[in-house]
């Protein structure tokens, strides 16, 4: 059985959400799991990819955005496609798309949410998705 952690910022920013989800990768990386990051669209995708390389002075992340090369060795890959990963391979997901994650294939998923009504409301309708899946559901409130 999957876990989701629910991982709630407190304000409206888009930025905040790639950071966060850069902080959770930087972690997970540092404890030798693979993982998959999903976005909606090759800007956001992009957005996250620079991001990645400077959102800390002390960290690096080996890190690729699945494209035409599909770079897929990499430990840390980011998507914006539907289909286009073996997910198979991944301990966690980091959703910061508008798609629940659709395989039963991750250990953990984590869903980044904040304040902005639209996200909230992708949020739960992931939740309930989840919870039909009989999923671990986890909450946390994150302080900035």
Known sequence: MSRVDFYILPDQSK?????FACRLTDKAWQQGHRILIQTDSAEDSRMLDDMLWVFSDGSFIPHAVVDASDNKAQPVLI??????????RFQL?????????????????AEILNQEPARKKTGREHYKIYREKNYALNHHEIKQ
């Open 93 to 109: 997901m980091i959703n910061l798309s508008s798609r629940a994650a659709a395989q039963d294939q991750f250990e953990r998923i």
């Open 15 to 19: 930025n905040s959400l790639q950071h």
């Open 79 to 88: 998507s914006h496609l539907p289909q286009g990963v073996d997910q198979g």
